[in-house]
């Protein structure tokens, strides 16, 4: 297959290039869109007890989770002067009157204590929205600066799990556009410093072009069937760059060296397009399915990334085996340059470290084992307002809720039976619980075992006489250990079936769905990986090596990021407030997508590797060169990868600052301590069993052409 496309570029150049540019108009054209089709996931997981809860929620008692919190701050007196309560009054009139309002309870209504901060100076106003995600979030976009305001009785401040939502998406999207103005020119600026040639260039920024506007394209067209996530077109810009300078640098240095073997210029591009295409096809592979592990888990959120991580590979691949050999073909002359010198950095330091390989094996070892450790303390926490930048609207107001409001109704855990039944005893039942605020059921308003007056909301029975019981929690609760807080509810008997949910109940049950599935999406990754090295290298030995060392590297991730983002150290530098644990769907998605970009590195080393051993049949002499030829581009393309990821840690959103940190430290991490050192370590150790594997297993093995003998030129 290389073969002939590498015919086909070679003999029909300009046209190749011809229809790729027409391709790269009509992406970039539909592409540049893709932002406004996309959407921000809810913490939910389908089919689960809380989304059964939400759904009776909706159906029968046309209420939900608030969607929308209206802060109301009297300026003379309390909430409870006349003044206040006259203008407050018109307020949730206005508010009953919008057209997705289904539900509104305010302080005014309700008079429940839970509504009103503890100096009576603030009160709350509660609405439920109907709609999916998209047309909430799109509604208070407009909603939202027309409820905020300041009148002489009244300041309005607008929040709420939607509006934080929304405006983490709002944030998403400034730090894709900041990212993608910052990256493509410093990407540009040291691709020239690393060829020495502005035409090569352009060349591999054209490949990373084609892979970031083919995959919002293709995300764009996704959207219009199922739903994509915003942050999807993150991961689709730097990936897309990423792995684009990746595949150019390795096919352009490959064209070059057949050059200087004194090749002709389409017999260059031709064993280039096969020696260096096959290592891109397999480097391609690995990273898709690393990141299509991802579609194990039951949330659009992570499946997004799986969608953006297929179409970034199958563009990049796309252009560096068949655009950019027909660029070689036409302008080849345009990239040339004298060859590397004989030995360099890199090289030096592997074959110092294979001459005393337990020594210098030891040591990076304990470097990384060190980096690591603060791994022993991660924990798994929920997502609330600190994951937007401090001074944002909705933040803002969620901190003075927490702030001075001794409960939270905003996250009110909601608790619906499917039987009619006595609500009296569970609610007391339910009020006695640790972290419980009030417990407002339809005949009143618990809290401490005893009825303390009328409920705090409206809409608690069904018309066929079933309950929903409103447990409110304490500010301590939300800002503690959530899920044992959930799971004490459930826990509690109750005089009929009971479905717990509200937000509380969507993000335990989204984190269980998550956790539940983790070992399933690491297994496949780690198999279909194994598999795909046994497949190239024709060993047993390599893959589980670089199955070893790549969970090395990624555990110095995840120690980077229990370190910086859980216990808060370099807060100040990198601007964001630590919550004291992870929300777990990031680290899953850094998993993915560090574990598929640490084994490119690994197929492009063994790759040149195994190459060199086939033609001299001497490991250690084999590794050196394998690592003189290769080190120096792996470094570079890291180098530039880690520079794009890093580019979100300027952003505003946390989750971006973690994925990019984090990402960015194991790629440096990976193409330095590990392909450098303890690669070639473990190699020196191991000797011919490297490349042992029973007969049975070499006859699955894909076999390739000899590029030596150049038998498909």
């Given at each position: 297959m290389l073969t002939r496309l590498g015919r086909l570029a070679v003999r029909r150049s300009r046209a190749v290039l011809t229809g790729a540019l027409l391709v790269l108009l009509g992406l970039g054209a539909y592409g540049a869109g893709a932002q406004q089709d996309l959407d921000l996931s809810r913490w939910s997981a389908p089919g689960t007890e809380s989304v059964r809860a939400g759904d009776l929620l909706r159906e029968d008692f046309r209420t939900g989770n608030p969607d929308l919190a209206l802060l109301v701050t009297a300026r003379d007196g309390d909430v409870d002067s006349a003044r206040t309560e006259r203008a407050a009054r018109e307020l949730v009139a206005e508010v009953a009157e919008l057209p997705l309002a289904r539900d509104v309870t305010s302080y005014w209504d309700a008079g429940s204590s839970a509504l009103r901060g503890e100096d009576r100076r603030r009160a709350l106003v509660l609405v439920h929205l109907a709609g999916n995600a998209t047309e909430i979030r799109e509604e208070l976009a407009a909603l939202s600066p027309r409820l905020t305001r300041t009148t002489p009785e009244l300041d309005v401040r607008v929040g709420g799990q939607e509006e934080i939502s929304r405006q983490v998406g709002e944030e998403a999207r400034a730090d894709f556009l900041r990212a993608e103005a910052f990256g493509l020119p410093v990407v540009v600026l040291l691709l020239i410093l690393v060829y020495r040639r502005t035409v090569a260039a352009l060349l591999t920024v054209g490949v990373g072009l084609l892979s970031v506007l083919g995959a919002l394209a293709g995300l764009r067209l996704l959207a219009q069937f199922t739903e994509v996530s915003t942050f999807a077109a993150n991961l689709a810009l730097v990936l897309g760059l990423g792995l684009g300078v990746d595949y150019g640098l390795f096919v352009i240095h490959r064209y070059r060296e057949e050059r200087g073997a004194g090749r002709d210029r389409e017999a260059a591009v031709l064993a280039a397009t096969v020696a260096a295409g096959r290592t891109v096809v397999f480097s391609g592979i690995t990273v898709a399915v690393s990141l299509c592990a991802l579609l194990v888990f039951p949330f659009f959120f992570l499946s997004s990334f799986a969608y953006a991580g297929v179409l970034v590979v199958l563009c990049a691949v796309a252009g560096a085996v068949l655009v950019l050999p027909a660029a070689l073909a036409l302008w080849g002359h345009r990239v040339e340059r004298p060859a590397a010198p004989a030995s360099g950095f890199w090289h030096r330091t592997a074959l110092a470290a294979m001459r005393r390989p337990l020594l210098a094996g030891a040591g990076v070892l304990t470097v990384l084992l060190v980096a690591a450790a603060p791994l022993l303390g991660l924990r798994f926490g929920l997502p609330d307002e600190r994951t937007l930048p401090a001074g944002t609207s909705s933040r803002t107001t969620s901190e003075i809720v927490h702030r001075e409001f001794a409960a939270e109704p905003t996250d009110t855990v909601q608790v619906v039976l499917t039987e009619p039944a006595d609500t009296r005893a569970y609610a007391a039942r339910l009020s006695r619980i640790p972290g419980v605020h009030q417990v407002d059921a339809p005949d009143g308003a618990y809290r401490d075992g005893r009825r303390t007056g009328a409920p705090g909301?409206?809409?608690?029975?069904?018309?066929?006489?079933?309950?929903?019981?409103?447990?409110?929690?304490?500010?301590?609760?939300?800002?503690?250990?959530?899920?044992?807080?959930?799971?004490r509810i459930r826990d509690t008997a109750a005089p009929a079936p009971a479905l717990v949910g509200g937000y509380p109940g969507e993000t335990t049950d989204f984190r269980a769905t998550l956790l539940d599935r983790l070992p399933i999406a690491v297994g496949l990754v780690l198999v279909a990986t194994y598999v795909i090295l046994f497949l190239m290298t024709g060993s047993v030995l390599l893959p589980l090596k670089a199955t070893v060392l790549n969970l090395l590297s990624l555990s110095v991730m995840?120690?980077?990021?229990?370190?910086?983002?859980?216990?808060?150290?370099?807060?100040?530098?990198?601007?964001?407030?630590?919550?004291?644990?992870?929300?777990?769907?990031?680290?899953?998605?850094?998993?993915?997508?560090?574990?598929?970009?640490?084994?490119?590195?690994?197929?492009?080393?063994?790759a040149r590797i195994k190459e060199e051993h086939e033609r001299t049949g001497d490991t250690g002499r084999a590794v050196g060169e394998g690592i003189r030829r290769s080190a120096p581009l792996i470094t570079a393309a890291a180098g530039i990868l880690a520079l794009s990821f890093l580019s979100y840690a300027t952003g505003g959103v946390v989750f971006l600052k973690e994925l990019g940190v984090g990402t960015a430290l194991t790629i440096l991490v990976d193409a330095t301590l590990i392909r450098v050192v303890l690669l070639p370590v473990t190699m020196r150790l191991a000797g011919r069993a490297n490349w042992w594997a029973p007969t049975w297993l070499r006859r699955l093995r894909v076999r390739e052409g000899d590029v030596l003998r150049g038998e498909y030129v």
């Open positions: 909301q409206d809409r608690l029975t069904a018309p066929d006489g079933r309950a929903r019981l409103a447990v409110v929690p304490t500010q301590e609760a939300m800002y503690g250990n959530v899920p044992a807080l959930v799971e995840f120690g980077c990021l229990v370190w910086v983002f859980q216990d808060g150290h370099l807060s100040g530098l990198l601007g964001f407030t630590p919550t004291g644990s992870i929300e777990p769907s990031i680290p899953v998605l850094m998993f993915c997508v560090a574990y598929g970009l640490s084994m490119d590195y690994e197929v492009f080393l063994l």
